[in-house]
């Protein structure tokens, strides 16, 4: 059901041995509110865990209280009273931290995309938020006292779901957020540091081999590039490095849609959708199986060419355009 916010308290302050799972794929506002709502149980004297079902990245450990995180295996035998999803449009995007609680649903998902389904007890998925640990920020300040690492990894999911504060779901509320987590001691330097600067010569590399895949179409509105298997093994790069390409593309002058394809391994093409103004490329990526927000959305496909994927995806996408009139 539909949870309003103090319900979702209310739930959460009855836990005793909670465990907060994120996505696959994690990004920045996975990594932060699922450490973040794990401190906050734990300070309300709860045992949580706080789960990432999937390699993280590796300079988000550079973010303090992210150390806190676990993977699907180092939990496997454990119980909970108390389970919450967060930023996980659909159950599917938890991986195999399913396997932690057979047989129910999570307890509470918080989440902020639009695709969400509301597949726990408690859901309280609301698209007005610019990311989930604005959500968690709404909990987490009605329970504890808060601290610097607490403050910090809430701003690293607004920080990161914001592209640092630049996408239209910024608002007064975004700003505010931040203002009060940087009252409680949270920097977003060291935030931004981690995130933005963390190319090193084999990831400089790969774009460059990127940008030699570079197509524009429809008048310079729609632009696409893919990375390929080969191209990860040639430069020695995985494809946690190809974080933050897809804005590279979105950022040239005049084009409304960017897509990047990521091919690993050969058979499957991991597809991130971005647009500027109009394009809810979130609909595009349903269509083909996946899901996101307005603005930036993603699928996994699996083709036996990476040029198959190229062609479906690129056809969709120009139809959307198409559709918006531009
Ligand atoms: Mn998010």
Not at 2 to 30: C, F, M, N, S, W
Not at 124 to 136: E, N, S, W
Request: aromatic letters at 6%; one cysteine or more; glycine letters at 8%.
């Amino acid at each position: 059901m539909k949870a309003t916010l103090d319900q979702v308290v209310a739930r959460l302050k009855r836990a005793k041995r909670a465990l907060v799972v994120g996505h696959i794929r994690p990004d920045g506002d996975a990594i932060g509110s699922v450490a973040a709502l794990t401190l906050i149980l734990r300070k309300l004297g709860a045992e949580a865990e706080g789960c990432i079902p999937d390699r993280i990245p590796w300079f988000y450990r550079e973010i303090q209280g992210t150390e806190i995180l676990r993977g699907v295996e180092e939990l496997r035998g454990r119980t909970f009273d108390t389970v919450a999803v967060l930023d996980s449009s659909d159950i599917s995007r938890i991986g195999d931290a399913i396997d932690l609680f057979p047989d129910r649903e999570p307890d509470v998902v918080l989440d902020h995309h639009v695709t969400n389904s509301g597949f726990g007890v408690l859901n309280l998925c609301d698209p007005g938020y610019a990311a989930t640990a604005m959500i968690v920020h709404e909990i987490g300040k009605r329970l504890v006292p808060y601290d610097r690492d607490l403050a910090e990894l809430l701003l690293l999911g607004i920080a990161t779901d914001t592209g640092f504060f630049k996408y239209a779901t910024v608002d007064e509320r975004a700003f505010t957020v931040a203002a009060e987590l940087t009252r409680h001691g949270a920097r977003i330097q060291p935030i931004a540091s981690a995130v933005l600067e963390h190319r090193t010569p084999k990831t400089i590399r790969l774009l460059v081999e990127m940008f030699r895949t570079l197509r524009l179409e429809v008048g310079g509105r729609l632009a696409y590039a893919y990375v390929s298997a080969d191209m990860f093994r040639r430069t020695g790069c995985d494809e946690e490095e190809t974080e933050g390409f897809v804005g590279e593309i979105r950022a040239l002058h005049g084009v409304e849609v960017a897509i990047l394809f990521t091919e690993w391994p050969e058979g499957e093409v991991h597809v991130s959708l971005r647009s500027k103004n109009y394009v809810d490329v979130s609909r595009v990526a349903r269509a083909l199986g996946g899901g996101g927000h307005p603005r930036a959305a993603g699928c996994t496909l699996h083709v036996p060419r990476l040029q198959d994927a190229v062609t479906t995806v690129v056809e969709a996408a120009r139809a959307a355009l198409v559709e918006a009139g531009i």
